[in-house]
């Protein structure tokens, strides 16, 4: 069916805001572009322009951060990808190539931060650069790219939770949501006759909230103490936030063989691997000032 037949609509009826037509995709000169690669494309270019800026505002080069962005952007897309594969393997394993297809989505965040991890240690090791400096640089565009990239969640029509009818409630038509992402609790609030689901949209949740994280971690730049340190703010914030909202969200990929989110262990391990490292460079750095 032509996707102009099909609802396309999106609404938060508690906010008085009803779109009847977010589509997931445009056509140009025949050529069919998703919503979802636009908005990361857009997240990509605006996180290295922020982090230029942070370069620049540091005492750095920005063409170090561009000539990055060229194998970090890359590699990362990729591990995303590989990572959200991994933990869905059961959606692929009938039809491998749909493993190339992500013009509908299925791109985990922490399959980037680990490979972009590891891309920025190999690169800053080539170059002889700090990987500390570095990655507290390069963290703001991670978390704007964040911030942006979960609207392409919004026009797929993923990444929410379970019913919700709070002030932010979303409804989408049902028809436009994977068949795996629909509850029992969904659909017993289902008005009769009606084909919409209202939704706890956790993909604004985590936007706001990495909103915020961003702010505070543009506040603190100047207060900054080590080397590291606006890393760790990064990790912490985002691994606090995740694990809450995660609680939330219908589409969880688990840990093979057990209930538990592997998203939402991470999030914790991140959250407590920070707190602790940064416990023990404050105490360490307490230490030598009293030495000295």
């Known amino acids: 069916m032509p996707e102009l037949m099909e609802d396309m609509s999106i609404a938060f009826p508690h906010l008085g805001i009803y779109l009847n037509y977010v589509p997931?995709?445009?056509?140009?000169?025949?050529?069919?572009?998703?919503?979802?690669?636009?908005?990361?494309?857009?997240?990509?270019?605006?996180?290295?322009?922020?982090?230029?800026?942070?370069a620049s505002r540091t005492g750095q080069n920005p063409d170090d951060y561009w000539d990055l962005a060229t194998y970090l952007v890359l590699i990362s897309v990729a591990g995303a990808r590989?990572?959200?594969?991994?933990?869905?393997?059961?959606?692929?394993?009938?039809?491998p190539i749909q493993i190339l297809n992500i013009r509908n989505g299925g791109l985990a965040i922490y399959g980037g931060v680990l490979t972009g991890i590891v891309t920025l240690f190999v690169y800053t090791?080539?170059?002889?650069k700090s990987f500390l400096v570095m990655a507290d640089t390069v963290v703001y565009g991670v978390i704007l790219?964040?911030?942006?990239g979960r609207w392409g969640n919004f026009t797929n029509r993923e990444?929410?939770?379970?019913?919700?009818?709070?002030l932010l409630a979303m409804?989408?038509?049902?028809?436009?949501?994977?068949?795996?992402?629909?509850?029992?609790?969904?659909?017993?609030?289902m008005a009769e006759g009606s084909n919409y689901i209202q939704v706890h949209p956790t993909f604004l949740y985590e936007s706001m909230w990495n909103l915020t994280i961003l702010c505070l971690m543009l506040l603190y730049l100047k207060h900054k103490k080590f080397?590291?340190?606006?890393?760790l703010l990064y990790f912490g914030g985002y691994g606090l936030g995740r694990?809450?909202?995660?609680?939330?969200?219908?589409?969880?990929?688990?840990i093979p063989g057990t209930v538990l989110p592997v998203s939402q262990m991470l999030a914790i391990g991140m959250l407590l691997i920070s707190v602790i490292a940064d416990i023990y460079v404050r105490r360490r750095i307490a230490v030598k000032n009293i030495t000295e």
């Open 243 to 254: 694990a809450m909202i995660e609680t939330l969200r219908t589409d969880q990929l688990k």
């Open 227 to 231: 080397n590291g340190e606006i890393m």
């Open 171 to 189: 409804r989408i038509p049902l028809n436009m949501v994977r068949s795996g992402e629909i509850t029992t609790l969904m659909k017993s609030h």
């Open 145 to 148: 790219g964040q911030i942006i």
């Open 159 to 166: 990444a929410f939770g379970d019913y919700s009818d709070n």
């Open 24 to 54: 997931k995709s445009f056509s140009v000169f025949g050529f069919s572009i998703a919503m979802y690669g636009v908005i990361i494309g857009l997240g990509v270019l605006l996180a290295v322009t922020l982090v230029s800026k942070i």
């Open 125 to 128: 090791r080539i170059k002889k």
């Open 82 to 95: 590989l990572y959200y594969v991994i933990f869905s393997w059961d959606m692929y394993k009938n039809d």
